[in-house]
């Protein structure tokens, strides 16, 4: 499994912009996506304008097929509501282990 955590700052004048392509991006990757397993969206407590994404595929070709979807592109067409770069932070899944856990299999 790979996972992903993604933080992004949002300007706060287009934060509704914002909310509404990463729904759009990450309910599509859930529902549209067999290889994407979790797409989380959260915001942090402190500063409302701070989204962090908790994102699982189940491999590369998962990756690439979500980058390739219909609703990833809404999402990278709302670039302009961020302000700042992204923030990446690429992980392996080590529990659970079990792909059927992930896949509900």
Same mark, same amino acid.
């Given at each position: 499994?790979? *996972?992903?955590?993604?933080? #992004? @700052? +949002?300007?706060?004048?287009?934060?509704?912009?914002? $909310?509404?392509?990463? &729904?759009? /991006? =990450? $309910?599509?990757?859930? @529902?549209?996506?067999?290889?994407? +397993?979790?797409?989380?969206? $959260?915001?942090?407590?402190?500063?409302?304008? #701070?989204?962090?994404?908790?994102? #699982?595929?189940?491999?590369?070709? *998962?990756?690439?097929?979500? @980058? =390739?979807?219909?609703?990833? *592109?809404?999402?990278? !067409?709302? *670039?302009?509501? $961020? /302000?700042?770069? #992204?923030?990446?932070? &690429?992980?392996?899944? +080590?529990?659970? !282990? /079990?792909?059927?856990?992930?896949?509900?299999?």
């Amino acid at each position: 499994m790979i *996972a992903k955590w993604i933080k #992004v @700052r +949002v300007k706060p004048e287009k934060r509704q912009d914002f $909310l509404e392509a990463i &729904e759009v /991006d =990450a $309910l599509g990757s859930e @529902r549209d996506e067999p290889g994407c +397993v979790r797409f989380n969206v $959260l915001q942090d407590e402190s500063d409302e304008n #701070v989204y962090y994404f908790y994102e #699982v595929y189940v491999d590369e070709a *998962a990756v690439e097929a979500h @980058r =390739a979807a219909p609703h990833y *592109a809404v999402w990278q !067409a709302a *670039a302009h509501t $961020l /302000d700042g770069p #992204v923030e990446r932070v &690429e992980c392996q899944s +080590v529990f659970p !282990a /079990d792909p059927g856990y992930w896949t509900g299999k």
